[in-house]
C-alpha cells in the first residue's frame, strides 16, 4: 500500500484487518510438493452460530482460517477456499447476533462466499446483524485476505468507534458482484465496505448506508472499479469528514455502466470523491449533493476526470463545481444539465476543461461559469453551452475557450471564430436510447448539421454513428438528432438492480 492510502486509513481511525499466521496444518497444506487446492465448503444450516454435525457459516468460517473440519464442515486449506451458500434456494436470513470484535465473522485466509440468485437477480441469502431490540452493534464481516462476495444480502451491520465497514472491512482485495450491501453504517468510514486493496463492484447495488468520515457507500482506499452497479442513497455525516456520500477512493475510481445517484456528503464529493483519476464511462451521476464543498456530483481533488457517454444531471454543492469539480477534465459525448452550484461552475468547475461533442445546458450557478468555468485553459469542439446561467462560460485568467464547430451562449471572455450564439431547441432530458439520458436537438435546432464534415468522434452518447462519418457533417452536441438510435448490446445495461 502506498503512503497516501495508509495517511487515509489514519485518518479514518480504523482497526485494520491484520494478517494471521496460518495454523501449522495450513502451512503444511502448501508445502507438500508446493501445490495446494481450494476446497468448496457447503453450507447446510442458516443457525448464527455453531451446530453439532451440521456446517453453519461460523463453523466454515473456522474451517477456512484453521483448514480443519469443523463440525459439519470440510477442512478449508488456505489456498482460496469458497464457502457455497447454494444450497438455500428461497429467501433464507443468516441473523448474527453477538460480535467477535467489532465485526462478527472474522476471516484470514483468502476466500468466497457465493450464494444463488433468485430469477429476478436478488439473491437468496441475507447476511444480517440482527434486528432483535438490544442486539448490540457491529460489523458484519472482517477479513485480512483477500475476499470475494458473490450473490449475497449484506444487511443492518452497524460498527462502533474504532472499526470501519459496517458490512464489510477487508485489508486486502475485495470483489463483491451479483449482491447487495444495504443500511449498514460505520462511525468511521465505509458505511457499506471499507476495503484498503483493490475493491471491484460488478453488477451490484450499495444503498442506504452511512458514515461519519469518508464513503458513504464505499470507501476503497486503494482503488474502485464498478461495472454494472449503482450505489445510490447512502451519506457522509460529520461536518469535518473527508467526504464522498456514495463512494470515496484515494486511488483511481472507475464507474462503468453504472448510476450513482442520490447520495450526500457533509463535505465534499455529494456522490464520488477521489484523491486521484476518475473514469466515468456510460454512467449517470444524479442527484447527489455537497453540502459543505465542492463537487455534488463528483470531486477528484488531485488527479483528473475523464467522462465517456455518460450523463451528469441535477446534483447541488454548496461552492463550486455543482456536477464536477476537478483539476483537468475531459467529457466526451456527455450531457451535463440542471446542476448548481453556490460558488463557480455549476456544471464543470475545472483548472482545465478540454468538451468534444458535448452538451452542457441548464446549470445554474451562484457565481460564474454556469456551464463551465475553468482557472486556465479550456477547448471545445462539437459541443453545446448553452442556456447556462447566469453566463455559459467563464474563466479566471480572461482568456476565453479555444476550439471550433461550438454553440456557445454567453461567454463574456470571448469564443473562437465562427462560434454559433443561437437557440439550439434542446429537448428535455429523458430516455432516448443507449443507456443514459440525453437532450435530443428538436426540429429547426440551428446545431443540426452544424458541426464537423469529419468528426473527432464517430458516434454519439448513444453510441449511434454520427453522420460525419458517412460525408456529411455532424449535429452538435452530445447526441444526433437523425440517429436511428440503434445502440450496440454493450451500451445498455439491462442489471436487475437498476
Same mark, same amino acid.
Given at each position: 500500500?502506498?503512503?497516501?492510502?495508509?495517511?487515509?486509513?489514519?485518518?479514518?481511525?480504523?482497526?485494520?484487518?491484520?494478517?494471521?499466521?496460518?495454523?501449522?496444518?495450513?502451512?503444511?497444506?502448501?508445502?507438500?510438493?508446493?501445490?495446494?487446492?481450494?476446497?468448496?465448503?457447503?453450507?447446510?444450516?442458516?443457525?448464527?452460530?455453531?451446530?453439532?454435525?451440521?456446517?453453519?457459516?461460523?463453523?466454515?468460517?473456522?474451517?477456512?482460517?484453521?483448514?480443519?473440519?469443523?463440525?459439519?464442515?470440510?477442512?478449508?486449506?488456505?489456498?482460496?477456499?469458497?464457502?457455497?451458500?447454494?444450497?438455500?434456494?428461497?429467501?433464507?436470513?443468516?441473523?448474527?447476533?453477538?460480535?467477535?470484535?467489532?465485526?462478527?465473522?472474522?476471516?484470514?485466509?483468502?476466500?468466497?462466499?457465493?450464494?444463488?440468485?433468485?430469477?429476478?437477480?436478488?439473491?437468496?441469502?441475507?447476511?444480517?446483524?440482527?434486528?432483535?431490540?438490544?442486539?448490540?452493534?457491529?460489523?458484519?464481516?472482517?477479513?485480512?485476505?483477500?475476499?470475494?462476495?458473490?450473490?449475497?444480502?449484506?444487511?443492518?451491520?452497524?460498527?462502533?468507534?474504532?472499526?470501519?465497514?459496517?458490512?464489510?472491512?477487508?485489508?486486502?482485495?475485495?470483489?463483491?458482484?451479483?449482491?447487495?450491501?444495504?443500511?449498514?453504517?460505520?462511525?468511521?468510514?465505509?458505511?457499506?465496505?471499507?476495503?484498503?486493496?483493490?475493491?471491484?463492484?460488478?453488477?451490484?447495488?450499495?444503498?442506504?448506508?452511512?458514515?461519519?468520515?469518508?464513503?458513504?457507500?464505499?470507501?476503497?482506499?486503494?482503488?474502485?472499479?464498478?461495472?454494472?452497479?449503482?450505489?445510490?442513497?447512502?451519506?457522509?455525516?460529520?461536518?469535518?469528514?473527508?467526504?464522498?456520500?456514495?463512494?470515496?477512493?484515494? $486511488?483511481?475510481?472507475?464507474?462503468?455502466? %453504472? @448510476?450513482? &445517484?442520490? =447520495? /450526500?456528503?457533509? #463535505?465534499?464529493? +455529494? !456522490?464520488?470523491? *477521489?484523491?486521484?483519476?476518475?473514469?466515468?464511462?456510460?454512467?449517470?451521476?444524479?442527484?447527489?449533493?455537497?453540502?459543505?464543498?465542492?463537487?455534488?456530483?463528483?470531486?477528484?481533488?488531485? $488527479?483528473?476526470?475523464?467522462?465517456?457517454? %455518460? @450523463?451528469? &444531471?441535477? =446534483? /447541488?454543492?454548496? #461552492?463550486?463545481? +455543482? !456536477?464536477?469539480? *476537478?483539476?483537468?477534465?475531459?467529457?466526451?459525448?456527455?450531457?451535463?444539465?440542471?446542476?448548481?452550484?453556490?460558488?463557480?461552475?455549476?456544471?464543470?468547475?475545472?483548472?482545465?476543461?478540454?468538451?468534444?461533442?458535448?452538451?452542457?445546458?441548464?446549470?445554474? &450557478?451562484?457565481?460564474?461559469?454556469?456551464?463551465?468555468?475553468?482557472?486556465?485553459?479550456?477547448?471545445?469542439?462539437?459541443?453545446?453551452?448553452?442556456?447556462?446561467?447566469?453566463?455559459?462560460?467563464?474563466?479566471?485568467?480572461?482568456?476565453?475557450?479555444?476550439?471550433?464547430?461550438?454553440?456557445?451562449?454567453?461567454?463574456?471572455?470571448?469564443?473562437? &471564430?465562427?462560434?454559433?450564439?443561437?437557440?439550439?431547441?434542446?429537448?428535455?432530458?429523458?430516455?432516448?436510447?443507449?443507456?443514459?439520458?440525453?437532450?435530443?436537438?428538436?426540429?429547426?435546432?440551428?446545431?443540426?448539421?452544424?458541426?464537423?464534415?469529419?468528426?473527432?468522434?464517430?458516434?454519439?452518447?448513444?453510441?449511434?454513428?454520427?453522420?460525419?462519418?458517412?460525408?456529411?457533417?455532424?449535429?452538435?452536441?452530445?447526441?444526433?438528432?437523425?440517429?436511428?438510435?440503434?445502440?450496440?448490446?454493450?451500451?445498455?445495461?439491462?442489471?436487475?438492480?437498476?
Amino acid at each position: 500500500m502506498n503512503a497516501t492510502s495508509s495517511s487515509v486509513r489514519e485518518r479514518y481511525n480504523c482497526t485494520r484487518p491484520v494478517l494471521r499466521i496460518l495454523p501449522l496444518v495450513a502451512a503444511m497444506a502448501f508445502g507438500l510438493n508446493g501445490v495446494a487446492h481450494a476446497a468448496t465448503i457447503v453450507v447446510d444450516d442458516a443457525s448464527a452460530a455453531s451446530v453439532a454435525g451440521k456446517c453453519t457459516l461460523v463453523d466454515a468460517i473456522a474451517a477456512v482460517n484453521g483448514a480443519v473440519a469443523v463440525q459439519g464442515c470440510i477442512a478449508g486449506d488456505g489456498n482460496h477456499d469458497t464457502i457455497d451458500l447454494r444450497a438455500f434456494s428461497v429467501p433464507t436470513s443468516i441473523s448474527l447476533t453477538q460480535s467477535a470484535g467489532g465485526h462478527a465473522l472474522m476471516v484470514s485466509n483468502p476466500l468466497t462466499i457465493v450464494g444463488s440468485l433468485a430469477t429476478d437477480g436478488t439473491p437468496f441469502v441475507t447476511l444480517e446483524r440482527s434486528s432483535v431490540s438490544g442486539t448490540p452493534n457491529f460489523g458484519l464481516l472482517m477479513s485480512s485476505a483477500a475476499l470475494t462476495i458473490d450473490g449475497l444480502i449484506l444487511q443492518n451491520g452497524a460498527t462502533e468507534s474504532g472499526y470501519c465497514g459496517g458490512a464489510l472491512a477487508v485489508g486486502d482485495n475485495l470483489v463483491v458482484k451479483n449482491s447487495i450491501v444495504r443500511n449498514n453504517s460505520s462511525s468511521g468510514g465505509g458505511g457499506g465496505i471499507f476495503a484498503t486493496g483493490d475493491t471491484t463492484l460488478r453488477n451490484s447495488l450499495v444503498t442506504g448506508n452511512s458514515a461519519s468520515n469518508g464513503g458513504g457507500g464505499v470507501a476503497a482506499v486503494y482503488s474502485l472499479h464498478a461495472y454494472d452497479t449503482t450505489i445510490t442513497n447512502n451519506q457522509v455525516t460529520a461536518a469535518d469528514a473527508i467526504g464522498g456520500g456514495g463512494v470515496y477512493a484515494s $486511488g483511481m475510481a472507475i464507474a462503468s455502466h %453504472s @448510476t450513482i &445517484s442520490g =447520495n /450526500t456528503s457533509a #463535505t465534499h464529493g +455529494g !456522490g464520488l470523491y *477521489t484523491l486521484s483519476v476518475l473514469n466515468l464511462v456510460h454512467s449517470t451521476v444524479s442527484k447527489n449533493a455537497a453540502q459543505n464543498g465542492q463537487g455534488g456530483g463528483a470531486y477528484a481533488r488531485n $488527479g483528473g476526470i475523464s467522462v465517456q457517454a %455518460s @450523463t451528469i &444531471s441535477d =446534483n /447541488t454543492a454548496s #461552492t463550486t463545481g +455543482g !456536477g464536477v469539480s *476537478t483539476s483537468d477534465g475531459d467529457f466526451t459525448n456527455s450531457t451535463i444539465t440542471g446542476n448548481h452550484s453556490g460558488g463557480d461552475g455549476a456544471g464543470i468547475f475545472a483548472n482545465n476543461a478540454t468538451l468534444m461533442y458535448s452538451t452542457l445546458s441548464a446549470n445554474v &450557478s451562484a457565481g460564474v461559469g454556469g456551464g463551465v468555468n475553468f482557472r486556465q485553459s479550456g477547448v471545445a469542439n462539437g459541443s453545446i453551452i448553452y442556456g447556462n446561467m447566469p453566463d455559459d462560460v467563464n474563466t479566471a485568467l480572461h482568456t476565453g475557450m479555444t476550439g471550433a464547430f461550438d454553440l456557445i451562449g454567453k461567454a463574456p471572455f470571448g469564443v473562437p &471564430s465562427g462560434t454559433l450564439n443561437c437557440d439550439p431547441k434542446l429537448g428535455t432530458l429523458a430516455d432516448n436510447g443507449g443507456g443514459t439520458a440525453t437532450m435530443q436537438l428538436m426540429n429547426g435546432s440551428c446545431a443540426v448539421d452544424a458541426a464537423s464534415a469529419s468528426p473527432t468522434v464517430n458516434v454519439d452518447q448513444r453510441g449511434d454513428a454520427r453522420p460525419g462519418a458517412q460525408g456529411s457533417k455532424a449535429d452538435m452536441g452530445a447526441a444526433e438528432s437523425d440517429s436511428l438510435q440503434q445502440s450496440s448490446g454493450d451500451d445498455i445495461f439491462l442489471g436487475g438492480f437498476q
